[in-house]
């Protein structure tokens, strides 16, 4: 039997090393179904419930692997579909190649069903590389390139295969003129600066007596490297979101997150400092960085399109953290100044007492800090945890303090709602052996969910630790964005658009084969977490949070929070009435916290 284009396909990611392809059938990758059927599901075929959450799953799985994620989907619908998950992964620079169909050739032109113009279409999220294949020849070329594109530039990249292309007896290119022979992998690079910038970096950093340290997920491969430049430079370190898990929470320097999900360590040391060292961060709110002028600066990335942006760095390193790092230390001098080092862990050990007495506060029914807050000590050190856009990545971003090989990610800069169930599975399928946590909120559960809670249920008994944990903050409210109108606008919830029907979530998990557990009493969370934690299968925990508990971010002033109370008190309704009551008790028991701290 003669090999089809869609065998060469299948076989050349086989050859690339891609195991799992997440993907949506349709029939414009008919070829490509039955080219699956005939390599008996090699590399997997991982069906979802939509398109949009196999692009997250294969973000997910590129984002724990280290691997490219590989994404496909039919023609027009099922490609756009694709768009919002390959944009997430664009914004956080993740390697993924989208796979889709196109109409047949013939068709091309005629205003035929399903004909969307591919090319046009992903121009932008794809800019660096996509490609239609219209002869067989075409194709070992586009392939390979689109992979090494998207590994070499962290970036998505798209093949484009009209259906009766995939269909196509496969001939390889000729050694003959216009015609383009291709081969596999790619070697590791990575780029040092020259020495004279590496010296000019030293200088302003050696002038500095209260240095700041902002890293990213670009410093999660020298976490060493940043330990002893902070050690040599007596900085504190504060991580940007995605760059969570590029260094653990329990060193007494670490100040932890930085900007609206931030922590008030981190907000304080910007302000105060007169030198910032940035590595591996793209980190985009330069109101939390130091006022202009006020602090000299150095920027180590690996992009270098990406150096230079948020803030009037002086020296602009393009290279790798570790190598650089390496490369740098030995010019930096060992401060001899403690205080500023001192002055960071105080805050730090404050800090975390005001999360504790925070989540100890009271609410109807329950406090959501107490949530992830209970989670923090239960957390097995190998665990991968996910957070969806919404107040929960607040949570996330606050409470949770990871440390050993704790992984963790949400869409940073997209900062899509939907991605935290998804991306929980394709951590999964990167690394069955280890738990995987998604902190969700209802809103993004009721978006998307639910519905792949399924694809757990269908996949959940291949992973050698079944455990993956859903858990829902079910609070009936779309809770970030009401406190942004707060806050923001001074306006009040606007029920129409922000209120959620009560979901039975966890009697949805039980009904496709998982375990659920709807959670109300405060006494009973802790036994929910480490119900869950024992599970021998995925398990969805539904939370029963109170809305009125605030994000209130690191910057906030009393004014600023006793505006936001004012705006739900304007409310008339009896929801309203009753989020006004909860949030009065809240005020009341986080103000006290809130005076304890040093103002801005």
């Known amino acids: 039997m003669s090999t089809k284009v ?28 039955a080219a699956w059927g005939r390599a008996d599901d090699d590399p997997r075929f991982i069906q979802s419930r939509h398109e949009e959450m196999s692009a997250f799953e294969a973000v997910g799985y590129a984002k724990f692997s280290g691997r490219v994620g590989v994404c496909a989907a039919t023609s027009g619908p099922g490609a756009i579909h694709l768009l919002n998950g390959l944009y997430d992964a664009k914004l956080d620079h993740v ?25 046009s279409l992903y121009k932008d999220v794809a800019a660096d590389y996509c490609e239609m294949v219209t002869v067989p020849e075409q194709l070992p070329n586009v392939l390979d390139r689109a992979l090494r594109t998207a590994l070499a530039r962290r970036t998505v990249t798209a093949v484009i295969i009209p259906a009766d292309v995939q269909e196509l007896d496969y001939t390889p290119p000729e050694h003959a003129f216009k015609m383009v022979p291709s081969s596999l992998g790619m070697s590791r690079s990575a780029p040092v600066p020259a020495d004279d910038d590496l010296r000019r970096a030293a200088d302003v950093l050696n002038s500095g007596r209260k240095t700041a340290i902002l890293i990213g997920q670009g410093a999660r491969g020298a976490r ?18 995605l760059g969570k898990d590029a260094l653990a929470d329990d060193l007494p320097h670490v100040t932890g997150s930085i900007g609206l999900l931030g922590t008030r360590p981190s907000y304080e040391m910007m302000r105060d400092c007169d030198t910032l060292l940035v590595i591996g961060s793209s980190f985009p709110y330069s109101q939390f960085l130091p006022e202009f002028g006020q602090a000299r600066a150095v920027q180590i990335d690996i992009d270098p399109h990406m150096v230079g942006l948020r803030y009037p760095f002086e020296v602009n390193l393009v290279g790798d953290a570790a190598l650089t790092l390496r490369r740098l230390l030995p010019m930096l001098e060992q401060t001899e100044d403690t205080d500023w080092r001192k002055g960071i862990e105080e805050h730090v050990a404050h800090w975390w007492e005001v999360m504790e007495r925070r989540a100890a506060v009271d609410a109807d029914p329950l406090n959501p800090e107490h949530v992830t807050h209970a989670l923090d000590a239960l957390l097995p050190d190998d665990a991968i945890v996910t957070a969806d856009s919404g107040s929960a990545a607040n949570w996330y971003a606050r409470h949770l303090r990871f440390r050993g090989a704790m992984r963790g990610s949400l869409s940073g800069t997209l900062a899509t709602m939907g991605a935290g169930v998804p991306y929980a599975i394709g951590a999964k399928f990167a690394h069955g052996d280890r738990p995987a946590i998604a902190l969700v909120g209802d809103g993004a559960m009721q978006m998307n969910g639910m519905a792949e809670l399924i694809t757990a249920a269908k996949y959940w008994q291949e992973w050698e630790d079944p455990r993956l944990i859903v858990a829902v903050f079910n609070n009936q409210d779309l809770n970030q964005v009401t406190w942004e109108m707060r806050a923001m606008q001074g306006a009040p919830q606007f029920l129409p658009s922000q209120s959620l029907p009560d979901v039975a979530y966890a009697d949805f998990a ?11 009493r405060p006494d009973d969370v802790t036994s929910a977490w480490e119900t869950a ?4 299968r995925p398990c969805v925990l539904d939370f029963v949070t109170d809305p009125a508990v605030p994000p209130i971010p690191p910057h906030a002033t009393l004014d ?11 409310g008339d309704s009896d929801r309203a009435a009753v989020v006004r009551q909860g949030f009065k008790a809240k005020v009341q028991e986080f103000l006290p916290h809130r005076r304890g701290e040093k103002e801005s």
């Open 95 to 119: 390697p993924v190649v989208a796979i889709v169909g196109q109409t047949s050739r013939t068709a091309m032109g005629g205003s035929y069903q399903q004909e969307v113009d591919l090319l």
């Open 560 to 570: 600023q929070i006793e505006a936001a109370a004012a705006a739900v008190v304007k």
């Open 510 to 520: 039980r009904s496709v084969g998982l375990l659920g557990l709807r959670v109300e």
């Open 6 to 33: 869609s065998d060469h396909v299948l076989e050349r990611l086989r050859e690339w090393g891609v195991e799992y392809v997440f993907a949506y059938p349709g029939d414009g990758i008919n070829g490509l179904l």
């Open 224 to 241: 060493q490297e940043v330990l002893e430049t902070a050690d040599r430079l007596g900085a504190g370190i504060a991580k940007a979101l």
């Open 533 to 536: 934690l024992a599970a021998d």
